[in-house]
């Protein structure tokens, strides 16, 4: 499916996105409401965008909150020759929630999801390094989550549309991790397939009143076991620098760095690692003069900070468990050129 190019999108397209990057289940009134359209217009808009592939809305559950396991985050450097068809390998295992190609002293980073210990050892050293072309591997558990969005939209609507989409979306409120029910796991596998379906179309596939399917996903999201993430290709709106950052911390600033970084608009992802480094992070920018600036002002004042190493996201091939399609054509169809690159 091609894409449309970034000309296309304009301003208006720009704001529900970032609606629904806020709030990805937001009603047709109420993003209307926050970016100054018509219902219609919006509706129309969205559909478009679903239906091209411009955005993809989409639910997913917190593995750790539905007991299904905790993430560990693994870094590959890969033989020359070989890094796309050992990201592709990886990118394809329903166990990876996040694969993407990238420069510096990496390859490939992905992100699995394991019940153990054990399992992990077993994923590692029975499967991963027998992927032809895998020359090695690095692994850091990841500790606790400090920001885990794809908010980065940042500036788009005006702040009073933003608080009013946050409390329309309500709050989090996360309790003891437990297993998703029959039922859950049917409404789950449900929005797998359309995470906007309405509660009309939720209670004619399961067999239950509109109430009840209500209050049964209104409780999964407010205990953070189901997530909704609208996912939009940064470059459609002129960020081509995507970074991963490996930052090795003064132990005792981790958490007041994880704070600061998690304020900054376009940092979607941090995360207290052990392992590699104390904290990883990824960040949304426009250019590399936009780098050179979060280089200089964020991590240059950044408290505690000893190293930090960078790597450019060359392709994303998945996100919260969702395959990028062109992405990964995009690695059969063209060659690679040297290690971590693509053409």
Same mark, same amino acid.
Request: aromatic share 6%; charged share 20%.
């Given at each position: 499916?091609?894409?449309?190019?970034?000309?296309?999108?304009?301003?208006?397209?720009?704001?529900?996105?970032?609606?629904?990057?806020?709030?990805?289940?937001?009603?047709?009134?109420?993003?209307?409401?926050?970016? &100054? !359209?018509?219902?219609?217009?919006?509706?129309? %808009?969205?559909?478009?965008?679903? #239906?091209?592939? @411009?955005?993809? +809305?989409? /639910?997913?559950t917190d593995p750790l909150l539905c007991s299904k396991g905790y993430p560990v985050l693994v870094q590959i450097?890969?033989?020359a020759g070989a890094?796309?068809?050992?990201?592709?390998?990886?990118?394809?295992?329903?166990?990876?929630?996040?694969?993407?190609?990238?420069?510096?002293?990496?390859?490939?980073?992905?992100?699995?999801?394991?019940?153990?210990?054990?399992?992990? &050892? !077993?994923?590692?050293?029975?499967e991963i390094d %027998?992927?032809?072309?895998?020359? #090695?591997?690095? @692994?850091?558990? +990841?500790? /606790?989550?400090?920001?885990?969005?794809?908010?980065w939209l940042d500036g788009a609507l005006p702040p009073e549309a933003v608080s009013q989409l946050e409390a329309e979306r309500g709050e989090v409120e996360a309790g003891s991790?437990?297993?998703?029910?029959?039922?859950?796991?049917?409404?789950v596998d449900l929005l797998a397939g359309d995470a906007r379906a309405s509660f009309a179309a939720m209670a004619q596939r399961l067999g239950t009143s509109e109430s009840a399917a209500r209050r049964r996903l209104d409780a999964l999201v407010r205990e953070g076991r189901?997530?909704?993430?609208?996912?939009?290709?940064?470059?459609?709106?002129?960020?081509?620098?995507?970074?991963?950052?490996?930052?090795?911390?003064?132990l005792r600033h981790v958490e007041e760095a994880a704070r600061i970084l998690t304020q900054q608009p376009d940092v979607r992802y941090v995360a207290a690692t052990a392992g590699y480094s104390d904290l990883t992070v990824e960040v949304v920018l426009r250019d590399q003069q936009d780098l050179?600036?979060?280089?200089?002002q964020v991590l240059g004042e950044l408290p505690g900070l000893r190293h930090a190493e960078a790597g450019l996201e060359l392709a994303t091939l998945k996100r919260a468990f969702?395959?990028?399609?062109?992405?990964?054509?995009?690695?059969?169809?063209?060659?690679?050129?040297s290690e971590g690159a693509i053409a």
């Open positions: 499916m091609t894409k449309p190019s970034p000309q296309r999108l304009d301003e208006l397209d720009r704001c529900i996105l970032s609606a629904l990057q806020i709030h990805g289940r937001a009603s047709w009134q109420q993003i209307a409401r926050a970016v &100054g !359209s018509s219902d219609s217009t919006v509706s129309r %808009r969205v559909n478009q965008m679903l #239906s091209d592939g @411009t955005a993809q +809305v989409i /639910a997913a450097t890969s033989r890094t796309a068809e050992v990201a592709r390998e990886l990118a394809l295992r329903p166990d990876v929630r996040f694969a993407a190609l990238v420069t510096g002293s990496f390859d490939v980073v992905v992100e699995l999801i394991v019940r153990s210990q054990a399992e992990l &050892g !077993s994923i590692l050293f029975n %027998r992927i032809p072309g895998v020359w #090695s591997t690095t @692994t850091e558990s +990841v500790v /606790a989550h400090y920001k885990l969005a794809n908010l991790p437990r297993p998703l029910d029959e039922r859950e796991q049917a409404l189901v997530r909704f993430s609208t996912i939009v290709d940064p470059e459609l709106f002129g960020y081509t620098a995507p970074t991963m950052y490996w930052l090795h911390m003064e050179h600036r979060f280089n200089m969702v395959l990028n399609q062109k992405a990964l054509d995009m690695l059969t169809e063209r060659p690679v050129l």
